[in-house]
């Protein structure tokens, strides 16, 4: 079964607005990652949170992670067109597998 | 000055046919990759390689054999080709267990 399950699966809002994507696991963790991907494109880093960390942020982005429900969040402020993307969180297993959810599709409308 | 290169971007090919694709990573990396993405963008791990060495091999049929010739490339092979083998499959690579860098991706489309 996936390990990692991202919600909700299609999101879309308006440039401006703040855009949040959840992500819950199942099986513990070393740290736990989000990716975008561009329409037929490679996937892109964007932020790691480790297991012993609570919240982070880079720039536009904010990560939370919750261990003691096997979630995380990432909160997109101030959306912008170029912010249209899948976005994946990924779970990096003790066994150093990194395993990816299913993804968001996030549209942001000019 | 791409930091993961892989070629070649599109595949087209036979049922039965065998193929190779191949990745390049330029950042020093100890750790290579292959993932499979497939029609739902799901991505799934296939193998990694860590220094030339096998570390993951997951559930994939034995037709597809991967080849570290050196810790800067990591390609691989597929023999006898089949449908469900259609999908983009993507290479990566990072140090250690730290953020992983992806290739553009090898679109794969068996006939």
């Known amino acids: 079964s996936q390990q990692g399950e991202e919600d909700p699966q299609a999101l879309s809002i308006q440039e401006g607005e703040n855009a949040t994507m959840n992500c819950s696991y199942k099986t513990s963790i070393n740290n736990l990652q989000w990716y975008r991907q561009n329409s037929g494109r490679g996937l892109v880093h964007l932020i790691l949170?480790?297991?012993?960390?609570r919240e982070k942020h880079s720039g536009r982005l904010r990560v939370t992670l919750d261990t003691s429900k096997k979630s995380s969040s990432l909160l997109i402020t101030a959306s912008r067109a170029a912010d249209t993307a899948s976005y994946f969180c990924a779970t990096l297993l003790l066994s150093n597998k990194l395993i990816f959810g299913a993804g968001t599709r996030l549209a942001v409308h000019p | 000055d791409t930091a993961v290169s892989q070629t070649p971007k599109y595949l087209v090919t036979q049922m039965g046919n065998d193929k190779s694709i191949k990745c390049e990573q330029n950042?020093?990396?100890?750790?290579m990759y292959w993932y499979k993405q497939d029609s739902k963008k799901f991505l799934k791990i296939m193998f990694s390689?860590?220094?030339?060495?096998?570390?993951i091999n997951e559930t994939v049929p034995n037709r597809f054999s991967p080849k570290s010739p050196d810790k800067a490339h990591l390609n691989l092979h597929i023999n006898s080709l089949e449908l469900g083998d259609s999908a983009v499959y993507f290479c990566?690579?990072?140090?250690?267990?730290?953020?992983?860098?992806f290739g553009p991706g090898t679109r794969l489309t068996v006939l």
């Open positions: 990566a690579s990072s140090q250690e267990v730290w953020a992983q860098y």
């Open positions: 950042l020093g990396h100890d750790t």
């Open positions: 949170i480790r297991s012993n960390e």
């Open positions: 390689y860590n220094n030339k060495e096998l570390i």
